[in-house]
């Protein structure tokens, strides 16, 4: 019983055609919705190396129960209930571009019985309207002094990361000590091959990730420092991601579910496991774990 009624709200995601639904539910166990690439050190499984990349992420930022955090790309609110129930975060708000992903993200907050949290202050939108009042109507984020922003392997979807590393800057620049954490892929080399970039940008086309978002880490960092940011901190996992991943999506179970009618979803995961290991042996991307300080205006 408990299948059928995943199956139905994956379903009923995809009928919405939204490039970002309810598939990775597929990947998971347990009743865990995680959709990211996983930190895989110490995992064997899909949902848990999902949580320990979320883990990763709020140690770089040091999350803690004074953090009044605004997530970007909440997915399905695995990470959200993690900020709540494991650091017991201050204030929580984010914004979240699939509706599918959206609605149940709230749906799994009300039945988790979270009381320290405003349902009405995760909203559906697009990351590029960040500080327009009209995506937060009556809320405004930056009453709640916002002093960490969250991007957990997703800004590479942003329509512009530049844009967004701007917006969240003037987000936090007003709080005593803003951080902005994001795990994120980057690119390992600019001096690629005709042959690889082909690879590179059909991938990223059927990806739909922005060219303009694949840069050097040097460039990320030039960005960061443009924006506002200082005190700058990043940390190369691609050996603990890329590869792990898609040893993982080979060598488990989760196969036979492409046998229920998700053999579209399969395909795309094993696709993207075998994108990603090219793209680590060859030096083409790498992934990255960055953090930085807002600096105050004066």
């Known amino acids: 019983m408990r299948e059928a009624k995943i199956d139905k709200k994956i379903t009923k995601g995809r009928s919405q055609s939204e490039f970002h639904d309810l598939s990775e539910r597929l990947l998971n166990s347990g009743d865990a919705y995680w959709g990211n690439l996983g930190f895989w050190k110490c995992a064997n499984d899909y949902s848990m190396a999902c949580e320990a990349l979320a883990h990763q992420l709020a140690i770089k930022v040091n999350l803690s129960e004074h953090s009044r955090i605004l997530d970007a790309g909440f997915g399905c609110g695995d990470q959200l209930l993690l900020w709540l129930g494991k650091y017991r975060v201050e204030f929580l708000c984010g914004v979240n571009y699939s509706v599918s992903q959206t609605k149940l993200a709230k749906q799994r907050l009300v039945d988790s019985g979270s009381t320290n949290i405003n349902l009405d202050c995760l909203i559906q939108g697009d990351v590029s309207d960040l500080l327009d009042p009209a995506l937060?109507?009556?809320?405004?984020?930056?009453?709640?002094?916002?002093?960490?922003?969250?991007?957990l392997d997703c800004a590479y979807h942003f329509p512009s990361r530049k844009q967004f590393l701007a917006d969240s800057y003037k987000l936090l620049s007003t709080s005593e000590v803003g951080r902005i954490g994001l795990t994120d892929i980057v690119l390992a080399d600019e001096t690629l091959s005709w042959g690889k970039k082909v690879i590179l940008h059909s991938m990223l086309y059927l990806s739909r990730i922005p060219k303009s978002n694949i840069v050097t880490l040097s460039e990320y960092s030039n960005q960061l420092v443009q924006a506002g940011f200082h005190q700058i901190d990043s940390q190369d996992i691609s050996e603990h991601v890329f590869e792990p991943f898609g040893a993982w999506l080979t060598s488990s179970k989760v196969g036979r579910r492409k046998l229920k009618g998700n053999i579209g979803a399969w395909l795309k995961y094993k696709v993207t496991a075998a994108f990603l290991t090219w793209a680590y042996r060859k030096q083409v991307l790498k992934y990255v774990i960055i953090s930085a300080q807002a600096r105050q205006r004066s």
């Open 136 to 151: 937060w109507g009556e809320i405004l984020i930056k009453d709640y002094l916002i002093n960490t922003v969250l991007a």
